[in-house]
């Protein structure tokens, strides 16, 4: 590794990094190669945690900005890497980058109109750009270096689609591990699919949803010791913070008013709080966003819990009958997770106590948007550039939604987290924009969705010059 891109001060990593059980009751630590998703004595999450006072941490947000001048050394090219001394648990030399975190923050004029704030105060955070498509690479990279560390052989996942593309992914390019892959029957995308496949994962499809798919990945992974990467592995939410400093750096290191994201498992909205909680008791920013998680209508458990119900991170002590007795009648109305967003059609968020902990964090707010909601988005913001994937809209759904209620001004500045590549999900949007009423019922119909209010349809015409020069005067 460049030495310019090494750490200032020589500290072994493992007197920096270690694990700790989320609960304050509990609070048992483990070692940092220990691979465990839940703690051992209380069976809660688990955080990454840093003793800060040993490690090289940065005086001023800015000192990352010269990282780029060196970015031809990897790990100060990688989006995740370069902001390494925030994540400080693996040694350089055992780091796995394929160029993660090349990501755009795009001002959006078009997506402010529609939400309804100023012009220049929304932001798009454009993480389909990612080399698999979707935020997922940003959190693989760091499970990726810390299963890697540890010397495992295979990773599993179970993914409504962009875990198990990503996982495949840093597998095929690094040949470092074998991928093995759950999904759930006939619920994932095919553009995710198709990674998986064509990286040569082994891809296990199981009869059943995700939340089937994920109960079952977590007893064979503890059978078999293989390395579990789903967003319950508290390395994968290390590397997800880094989202939040690229927005910070895009912004000049001025932090925005909102964040908004769309919540699945809900690991980005916990990443995100960890890592403005961080940056704040490192006196590296002054203020903290406020925090919007946005649920799908027919998968809204945070909503339902949060909003409805008044569950709330309460000192790392939430009340567990509310969980519980939801959980209940779930099973109790056989209930499965129900949105054309395919990414968030989760109903048992594995982060909710790490989420409800950033609610906590950044003064957060809950909404759901339905299915309509998110595709009207969707077009919105494909016709801004760029393009995003069903669950990435419920984002910008979600700030309309706020927008509306006045819980977001009008001169506020917003971010919305794009969480996905557009190309994930050919088929929702071809649906949209179909003049085929047959293919629209059977995909988006069938959801209740009722109408395609921006679609662009394409012009049928005979097979004739004077007819597609009439068909293009008229309508271009
Ligand atoms: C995984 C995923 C989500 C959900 O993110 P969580 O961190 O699980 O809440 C949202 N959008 C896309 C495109 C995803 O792949
Ligand atoms: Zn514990």
Same mark, same amino acid.
């Given at each position: 590794?460049?030495?310019?891109?090494?750490?200032?001060?020589?500290?072994?990593?493992?007197?920096?990094?270690?694990?700790?059980?989320? %609960?304050?009751?509990?609070?048992?630590?483990?070692?940092?190669?220990?691979?465990?998703?839940?703690?051992?004595?209380?069976?809660?999450?688990?955080?990454?945690?840093?003793?800060?006072?040993?490690?090289? #941490?940065?005086?001023?947000?800015?000192?990352?900005?010269?990282?780029?001048?060196?970015?031809?050394?990897?790990?100060?090219?990688?989006?995740?890497?370069?902001?390494?001394?925030?994540?400080?648990?693996?040694?350089?030399?055992?780091?796995? #980058?394929?160029?993660?975190?090349?990501?755009?923050?795009?001002? %959006?004029?078009?997506?402010?109109?529609?939400?309804?704030?100023?012009?220049?105060?929304?932001?798009?955070?454009?993480?389909?750009?990612?080399?698999?498509?979707?935020?997922?690479?940003?959190?693989?990279?760091?499970?990726? #270096?810390?299963?890697?560390?540890?010397?495992?052989?295979?990773?599993?996942?179970?993914?409504?689609?962009? +875990?198990?593309?990503?996982?495949?992914?840093?597998?095929?390019?690094?040949?470092?591990?074998?991928?093995?892959?759950?999904?759930?029957?006939?619920?994932?995308?095919?553009?995710?699919?198709?990674?998986?496949?064509?990286?040569?994962?082994?891809?296990?499809?199981?009869?059943?949803?995700?939340?089937?798919?994920?109960?079952?990945?977590?007893?064979?992974?503890?059978?078999?010791?293989?390395?579990?990467?789903?967003?319950?592995?508290?390395?994968?939410?290390?590397?997800?913070?880094?989202?939040?400093?690229?927005?910070?750096?895009?912004?000049?290191?001025?932090?925005?008013?909102?964040?908004?994201?769309?919540?699945?498992?809900?690991?980005?909205?916990?990443?995100?709080?960890?890592?403005?909680?961080?940056?704040?008791?490192?006196?590296?920013?002054?203020?903290?966003?406020?925090?919007?998680?946005?649920?799908?209508?027919?998968?809204?458990?945070?909503?339902?819990?949060?909003?409805?119900? =008044?569950?709330?991170?309460?000192? =790392?002590?939430?009340?567990? +009958?509310?969980?519980?007795?939801?959980?209940?009648?779930?099973?109790?109305?056989?209930?499965?997770?129900?949105?054309?967003?395919?990414?968030?059609?989760?109903?048992?968020?594995?982060?909710?106590?790490?989420?409800?902990?950033?609610?906590?964090?950044?003064?957060?707010?809950?909404?759901?948007?339905?299915?309509?909601?998110?595709?009207?988005?969707?077009?919105?913001?494909?016709?801004?550039?760029?393009?995003?994937?069903?669950?990435?809209?419920? %984002?910008?759904?979600?700030?309309?939604?706020?927008?509306?209620?006045?819980?977001?001004?009008?001169?506020?500045?917003?971010?919305?987290?794009? #969480?996905?590549?557009?190309?994930?999900?050919?088929?929702?949007?071809?649906?949209?924009?179909?003049?085929?009423?047959?293919?629209?019922?059977?995909?988006?119909?069938?959801?209740?969705?009722?109408?395609?209010?921006?679609?662009?349809?394409?012009?049928?015409?005979?097979?004739?010059?004077?007819?597609?020069?009439?068909?293009?005067?008229?309508?271009?």
């Amino acid at each position: 590794m460049a030495a310019a891109c090494a750490p200032r001060r020589r500290v072994a990593v493992s007197d920096v990094a270690f694990q700790r059980c989320i %609960s304050p009751d509990c609070g048992e630590t483990y070692a940092l190669d220990d691979a465990r998703v839940a703690c051992g004595r209380c069976g809660e999450l688990l955080d990454v945690a840093y003793r800060w006072n040993q490690a090289p #941490t940065p005086k001023s947000l800015k000192d990352f900005e010269a990282k780029w001048a060196r970015r031809s050394d990897p790990l100060c090219f990688s989006g995740v890497w370069r902001f390494r001394e925030m994540l400080p648990f693996a040694p350089p030399g055992k780091i796995v #980058t394929v160029g993660e975190g090349q990501t755009l923050l795009q001002q %959006s004029d078009v997506a402010a109109k529609y939400i309804g704030v100023n012009g220049g105060r929304l932001y798009l955070q454009y993480e389909g750009m990612n080399p698999s498509g979707s935020f997922k690479d940003n959190g693989m990279s760091a499970a990726f #270096t810390h299963a890697h560390m540890i010397g495992a052989e295979r990773a599993a996942c179970a993914s409504t689609g962009n +875990t198990s593309a990503s996982l495949a992914m840093y597998c095929s390019v690094t040949g470092l591990m074998r991928a093995v892959i759950f999904v759930g029957s006939g619920k994932i995308a095919y553009g995710k699919l198709s990674q998986a496949l064509e990286f040569g994962a082994l891809t296990v499809q199981i009869l059943g949803d995700f939340d089937d798919a994920m109960a079952r990945v977590k007893e064979v992974a503890g059978q078999l010791g293989i390395y579990l990467v789903n967003s319950v592995n508290p390395f994968r939410l290390e590397g997800q913070k880094t989202i939040m400093f690229r927005v910070l750096e895009a912004l000049a290191w001025q932090p925005p008013d909102w964040i908004v994201v769309p919540g699945g498992n809900l690991g980005n909205s916990s990443a995100f709080g960890k890592a403005f909680v961080e940056l704040k008791e490192l006196g590296l920013i002054d203020r903290i966003p406020r925090l919007a998680v946005i649920n799908a209508v027919g998968a809204n458990t945070l909503y339902e819990l949060y909003e409805k119900r =008044g569950l709330r991170w309460n000192g =790392g002590r939430p009340d567990a +009958t509310i969980i519980d007795g939801y959980h209940r009648e779930l099973d109790q109305a056989k209930r499965k997770a129900d949105t054309i967003a395919s990414a968030i059609e989760i109903n048992r968020p594995v982060n909710l106590k790490k989420c409800l902990r950033a609610l906590d964090a950044c003064d957060g707010v809950v909404r759901e948007v339905d299915d309509q909601q998110i595709l009207d988005a969707k077009a919105k913001v494909g016709a801004g550039g760029f393009g995003c994937e069903p669950a990435s809209a419920a %984002s910008v759904a979600g700030a309309k939604r706020l927008r509306e209620e006045g819980v977001i001004g009008a001169d506020e500045r917003v971010v919305c987290i794009l #969480t996905g590549h557009q190309l994930k999900d050919p088929t929702a949007t071809v649906a949209y924009h179909s003049a085929d009423q047959e293919m629209f019922n059977n995909i988006l119909g069938k959801r209740g969705v009722r109408r395609a209010s921006f679609a662009n349809r394409a012009v049928v015409v005979p097979n004739e010059l004077d007819e597609i020069i009439k068909a293009i005067r008229l309508y271009g």
